[in-house]
């Protein structure tokens, strides 16, 4: 099996190659696997709209997740790949809080059950983990009106 170079080496061959051949390099990259279509359709077309994405990716969550009170497992878990994937697309901090938050408000706003399902709600509880230590990252005043967003989201499992 081949060995995959590292990002700077690829970075390095890339550089001096004519435009002809970049566009053919992306369009294979994008021909060979869906994640790198959905990266480059990201970069291409959504990247000048992160808005757009943020709203588009929100509403995929709230399709997804079920109108009744429970909610199994592998559903949620789908729906935090997905979430994870999209947020990874943009790496954006602002981003993938605004993401994470609409998914922790939509468990709670649909007064999702976890009953005895521990698994579940220690899906839900990585994500208030990962919200926490993605605000540390963001500016005080982004910090404090995300903080206003999140009230009433850390208690609900608890």
Do not use: W
């Not at 994640?35 to 077309?45: G, M, R, S, V």
């Not at 939509?106 to 509880?125: D, H, P, T």
């Not at 963001?138 to 404090?144: A, E, M, T």
């Amino acid at each position: 099996m081949m060995k995959p170079a590292t990002i700077s080496e690829l970075k390095k061959a890339l550089a001096p190659l004519p435009r002809e051949d970049l566009l053919d390099a992306c369009v294979r990259l994008a021909r060979f696997k869906v994640d790198n279509k959905e990266l480059l359709t990201y970069l291409l077309l959504k990247s000048d709209d992160e808005d757009g994405y943020i709203d588009d990716v929100c509403a995929e969550i709230s399709e997804q997740l079920p109108s009744t009170r429970t909610v199994h497992k592998k559903t949620l878990r789908k729906i935090i790949r997905t979430m994870d994937k999209c947020i990874r697309y943009s790496g954006d901090k602002e981003t993938e809080l605004q993401i994470r938050i609409h998914f922790c408000r939509q468990i709670v706003e649909r007064k999702i059950y976890f009953g005895r399902c521990r698994v579940s709600a220690n899906m839900y509880l990585a994500q208030i983990k990962k919200i926490e230590k993605a605000l540390e990252k963001v500016h005080p005043d982004l910090q404090f009106d995300f903080r206003e967003q999140m009230i009433g989201l850390d208690e609900y499992v608890r």
